[in-house]
């Protein structure tokens, strides 16, 4: 599985939901974010995350590059980021991709899912559906980010359409 990751502790969720069933890839995508030094924290919080929770197997991180990007929806941002995991997997020969959003609270799994699904049918790859709150997921995120003394961030990291 290509599992696109925003952050660290989105990411504990996701191995702890899909870590017994799947062989993990980490797919780190952050193109979409206001700056390099948010870039790299949520990189490094990753990378230690990756280590501890999904036994340091490969990361692809895609280089930071955010001077073509434009403010986005949320919508937006979801779509492009599914699109780019959704790419990567297909080029790359993975059996599916999924994604850690669908932990956060402020998020709609909802809408996330029917975006990674439609993205995994238009690259011909399967996207896997899941709601990571549930079950306490959330929780766990902050229990375990404090454990691992892990950066967690307080914003989705991009600078949105609406707040400009």
């Not at 390099?36 to 280590?51: C, I, S």
Request: net charge positive; with cysteine.
């Amino acid at each position: 599985m290509l599992l696109a990751a925003c952050c660290g502790p989105c990411a504990i969720a996701a191995f702890n939901e899909f870590g017994e069933s799947y062989d993990i890839t980490v797919f780190f995508w952050g193109n979409n974010m206001d700056c390099k030094e948010e870039f790299d924290r949520r990189l490094g919080a990753l990378e230690t995350v990756n280590e501890k929770l999904n036994k340091g197997r490969e990361m692809v991180v895609v280089p930071y590059d955010n001077s073509q990007h434009t403010p986005l929806a949320c919508e937006s941002c979801f779509r492009a980021r599914s699109r780019a995991a959704a790419a990567f997997a297909t080029q790359n020969g993975f059996d599916c991709f999924s994604t850690s959003l669908t932990v956060s609270p402020h998020k709609n799994s909802a809408v996330i899912n029917a975006i990674g699904e439609s993205a995994g049918k238009d690259y011909g790859v399967p996207f896997i559906s899941a709601d990571l709150k549930k079950r306490g997921g959330f929780q766990k995120t902050i229990e375990v980010s404090k454990q691992l003394g892990i950066y967690r961030q307080k914003y989705c990291g991009c600078k949105p359409a609406a707040r400009f």
